[in-house]
């Protein structure tokens, strides 16, 4: 267990909706990160918030908005839900905002599936 | 941009076997380099990482050595279990800028081992 819960662990959806998938960080860890699984995209970075506030994007569409709270708990929010939105979103934490070398704790993700 | 190219395709093997999976990678600086393992239905657990060349990560068995002049981060474990099958991702971490904490992952290597 890396202390690190997501909600729900399962989603399902139709196109056009809209989602919120929630991440608790491990405690004490400030940063918040969020990746998507696909089969055809693998493993990709969507977005980085670092004690409330964004600190990087990565591959993340304008369909997709995400904040953390000041408990620095995150959400991660999916509107006009494609076919190719289905994929396993994982959220991430570790404890600041380093150059790189901080170990980032995994939880167990978010699988969505949108019809 | 950074990226980890991991070697195509599921490893399969018997068990007491010895296991490598390539990872080679392309970075502007010094990144951090990690080994990644996802279990069936589980999120990804840190299994190994390295933050500066000649490094060398352990845990579980598993070793792998930062090579700066290669360009690689190669997995290997000498003596494979069955309970090692799983799904092992190679990725990487710029260390060039402030706030640039996000992870570059591989493709993943499905590792089969058996009985």
């Known amino acids: 267990d890396s202390g690190v819960t997501q909600t729900p662990k399962h989603l399902i959806t139709a196109t056009g909706q809209r989602v919120t998938l929630r991440c608790s960080p491990r405690?004490?860890?400030?940063?918040v990160y969020w990746y998507q699984q696909s089969l055809d995209q693998g493993l990709q970075f969507l977005i980085h918030?670092?004690?409330?506030?964004?600190?990087a994007k990565g591959n993340i569409l304008e369909r997709f908005s995400a904040q953390q709270f000041p408990d620095l708990h995150s959400e991660l929010n999916l509107s006009s839900l494609e076919l190719g939105d289905s994929a396993l979103y994982f959220c991430?934490?570790?404890?600041?905002?380093?150059?790189?070398?901080?170990?980032?704790?995994f939880g167990p993700g978010t699988r969505l599936l949108v019809l | 941009g950074d990226s980890v190219t991991q070697m195509e395709g599921p490893v399969t093997l018997s068990e007491e076997a010895f296991l490598t999976i390539n990872c080679t990678y392309t970075?502007?600086?010094?990144?951090?380099l990690f080994w990644y393992v996802q279990y069936p239905g589980e999120g990804l657990q840190l299994l190994l990482k390295a933050t500066k060349a000649d490094d060398k990560g352990s845990n579980k068995g598993f070793e792998a050595t930062y090579r700066k002049e290669t360009t690689s981060f190669h997995l290997e474990k000498g003596s494979v279990q069955v309970s090692d099958s799983a799904v092992y991702f190679c990725a990487l971490s710029s260390a060039q800028l402030e706030g640039n904490n996000r992870l570059a992952f591989g493709k993943g290597n499905q590792v089969v081992v058996i009985p």
């Open positions: 918030y670092y004690n409330g506030e964004e600190r």
């Open positions: 405690s004490g860890d400030l940063s």
């Open positions: 991430a934490s570790s404890v600041a905002q380093g150059r790189g070398q901080e170990t980032q704790y």
């Open positions: 970075a502007t600086g010094y990144p951090s």
